[in-house]
């Protein structure tokens, strides 16, 4: 009778403590306005298919608009907070575009005609994160299939696929299908090339959450021939499987060799030394270089460049490590947050026909000024005594005299940096 009442209490404490998780997925291809996709409802589809069958339970939102995506987002935070042990994983299939460093996911209704109203006709990658980490549970994997060209209108020169998160939450794994700032393939069958390899590694049984994304970024590079190389970041220090726990009694497999050490390729705005993790490795690295450290232990990283003056500035976040792979890392300089003084603004030709010393949208005219060429630091002291265009991109614009004391071309940029007089 006592082994009986052991094992009941037993089986009823695994149940009490078992690892609850819950899904999003979202899949949007049929866009209204913008190119449409093949893939993400599929993506979608099979997604929820093989996430319910790792235990999860799965909310699945189909060409989504802006109110079903926020509520899904929203729905999923609130059962997560319900359990502080669960685990959260949000999927997302469709286009995704960068502006300004931030990260954005795309309705399938958005008419977004400017990128100034990117924002609000859009679901911010950043905001998302930032509810997930309200929940406070154990651990967020985040993976966004949406790295594809930019595809409206107005989109920039070199506005390709996504950044890199500025911010991650603690204890989360964002995954992105290709590196940053680089375009992922849609695919031709039934599922994206990225998704694809996803699907069959989370088939695996017994698998560690980071050696699914170790296995699926070797099966992605290799199937691209190294033209899509997919990303993980990782704030997460511990140990889990999305599946069912290998039993202890399950005989253990001798593992394939593999490589303990990988390398890690640098694109740096800072000259100085390379260090990981904290410690210099004797490689230096130019402004606007790239360098590859190599033999880099496998795991998450820290990746640093000391300035000439002494100076540590890191990458935004960790990168992990895969033994035998490279993976990207981006040392950025920190913006400067310049004096609400200071304005920029463009020399202009139908200014400068007209011979004014300076015009300037919303400083009151008859300000002395102070204003130096950004190109090469020369100053002039101007006096804004006329309004031509009262616009505000219009800001600061210069006569022949003032742009030949700066040796200022049309087109080149000015900032003001002292009003003597107002």
């Given amino acids: 009778?006592?082994?009986?009442?052991?094992?009941?209490?037993?089986?009823?404490?695994?149940?009490?403590?078992?690892?609850?998780?819950?899904?999003?997925?979202?899949?949007?291809?049929?866009?209204?306005?913008?190119?449409?996709?093949?893939?993400?409802?599929?993506?979608?589809?099979?997604?929820?298919?093989?996430?319910?069958?790792?235990?999860?339970?799965?909310?699945?939102?189909?060409?989504?608009?802006?109110?079903?995506?926020?509520?899904?987002?929203?729905?999923?935070?609130?059962?997560?907070?319900?359990?502080?042990?669960?685990?959260?994983?949000?999927?997302?299939?469709?286009?995704?575009?960068?502006?300004?460093?931030?990260?954005?996911?795309?309705?399938?209704?958005?008419?977004?005609?400017?990128?100034?109203?990117?924002?609000?006709?859009?679901?911010?990658?950043?905001?998302?994160?930032?509810?997930?980490?309200?929940?406070?549970?154990?651990?967020n994997v985040v993976v966004l299939d949406a790295c594809r060209d930019n595809p409206f209108s107005w989109r920039r020169s070199g506005s390709r696929g996504l950044q890199v998160v500025g911010n991650q939450p603690a204890d989360s794994i964002i995954v992105f299908a290709t590196s940053a700032g680089s375009v992922a393939a849609d695919g031709t069958g039934r599922n994206g090339l990225f998704t694809s390899h996803l699907l069959?590694?989370?088939?695996?049984?017994?698998?560690?959450?980071?050696?699914?994304?170790?296995?699926?970024?070797?099966?992605?590079?290799?199937?691209?021939?190294?033209?899509?190389?997919?990303?993980?970041?990782?704030?997460?220090?511990?140990?889990?499987?999305?599946?069912?726990?290998?039993?202890?009694?399950?005989?253990?497999?001798?593992?394939?060799?593999v490589s303990v050490y990988g390398s890690v390729r640098i694109d740096s705005d800072i000259a100085g030394e390379i260090l990981i993790n904290g410690k210099e490795t004797g490689k230096r690295i130019k402004e606007g270089g790239t360098e590859t450290v190599s033999n880099v232990s496998t795991g998450s990283t820290e990746v640093a460049v000391k300035g000439d003056d002494g100076k540590i500035t890191k990458a935004q976040n960790n990168v992990m490590v895969y033994g035998g792979q490279t993976v990207p890392a981006e040392i950025k300089r920190p913006r400067v947050q310049r004096q609400p003084l200071i304005q920029i603004g463009i020399a202009t030709q139908e200014m400068t026909d007209l011979g004014l010393t300076a015009g300037h949208a919303a400083l009151q005219l008859g300000t002395k000024a102070r204003i130096k060429n950004m190109a090469n630091g020369k100053e002039v002291i101007v006096t804004i005594y006329r309004r031509i265009v009262p616009s505000s991109t219009r800001v600061i614009d210069l006569s022949p005299e003032a742009a030949r004391a700066i040796d200022m071309g049309f087109g080149g940029t000015v900032e003001i940096t002292q009003i003597i007089e107002n």
């Fill in 1 to 139: 009778m006592k082994k009986l009442l052991v094992l009941f209490l037993l089986t009823v404490a695994g149940d009490v403590f078992a690892q609850q998780k819950y899904a999003l997925v979202i899949g949007n291809g049929n866009y209204a306005n913008i190119t449409r996709l093949n893939n993400p409802v599929n993506d979608a589809n099979d997604m929820e298919t093989a996430l319910r069958g790792l235990g999860f339970t799965v909310e699945k939102v189909l060409n989504g608009n802006l109110a079903q995506m926020e509520t899904g987002i929203i729905n999923l935070k609130n059962r997560l907070k319900s359990s502080k042990n669960s685990y959260g994983f949000f999927f997302y299939a469709g286009h995704g575009v960068q502006s300004n460093g931030e990260n954005y996911l795309i309705p399938v209704d958005a008419n977004i005609q400017s990128e100034s109203f990117l924002r609000r006709q859009s679901i911010a990658v950043q905001e998302m994160l930032d509810e997930l980490n309200d929940a406070g549970n154990e651990l």
């Fill in 200 to 257: 069959n590694n989370l088939k695996k049984p017994g698998l560690e959450v980071f050696e699914i994304f170790r296995l699926t970024m070797a099966d992605v590079s290799r199937a691209s021939g190294n033209q899509q190389r997919p990303a993980v970041y990782s704030q997460f220090s511990g140990i889990a499987y999305l599946g069912q726990r290998p039993s202890p009694n399950t005989p253990v497999q001798p593992p394939a060799p």
